[in-house]
């Protein structure tokens, strides 16, 4: 029961720190950010937990396709809710997300059929992601004029979306095996209540843009997972989640440095 309780904290914190974040910072930032390892992270964890280190460490290769069929999720709820984009909020959200999550099982089911080892699955997800940058590069950048006053029922609302998800699909992962476990490690416990949150509060605009920005901060999921699936049988848990931790965040540091650099050269520039 303890567990449990660990596991609806936790989601229900690193959701609601998120989705304030894209209100606050904005979708941009909000959505490179979704890349760093917050709900894999939080599932391996608990799977680790529950089943293991080793099952865990096995569980980490195939969180890696894992998140190509996540990419394939995202873009399926860009294109459903684009499609749908004049129809009311209580049509599109729910089709727009049947379909990701359709796509997303798909995906997976063809993924559990490959014998992948963590060169060839961070090699296929390495495609997917220069891919997914290149379906999503006409995507506008949108900002969030006007937020929401944050009330109660809001966050009673997002809290329980986050820790429904994560109990169910954490729950379920213990059950089916390591493959299977680790591509429902990938699917998007945090960033997907997020959505749902965006989408339900502001519409599409913002919503695109998060999906745009996040396969730019996947890198940080990659080496999460693939330090993981070393850090977990050689350091236990514990310390193979901090280890993990600390070499996503020193790509996610490098890479936002690259982009500041890159928008200050190009202001410069302009100016």
Known sequence: ?????????????VVLGLSMLAERAGPRVAGVLSGYPLGTAILLFFIAIEQGVHFAGESAVYALPGLIATLAFL???????????????????PLSSLASFLVFVFVSWLSQMVSFTVLSASLALIVAM?????????????????????????????????????????GAAAVIGPRWSGLFAGFPVTLFP??????????????????????????ALLIYIVSVSYTYPLFGVGVGTLLAFA?????????????????????????
């Open 130 to 170: 220069v891919v997914a940058i290149f379906l999503f590069r006409s995507i506008e950048n949108v900002g969030i004029s006007q937020r929401l006053r944050i009330t109660r029922k809001i966050v009673a609302v997002r809290a329980a979306t986050a820790a429904l998800i994560v109990v169910a699909i954490s």
């Open 1 to 13: 029961m303890g567990l449990f309780f660990a596991k609806l904290a936790v989601s229900i914190i």
């Open 75 to 93: 873009y399926a709820y860009y294109v459903v809710s684009r499609l749908l984009c004049r129809q009311a909020l209580v049509i599109q959200v």
């Open 194 to 219: 997020m959505i749902l949150i965006l989408h339900c509060s502001y519409g599409i605009g913002p919503v695109h843009t998060v999906i745009r920005n996040f396969p730019r901060g996947m890198g």
């Open 247 to 271: 070499a996503a965040t020193l790509y996610l540091a490098g890479y936002s440095s690259v982009v500041w650099w890159r928008s200050k050269a190009i202001a410069r520039a302009g100016g």
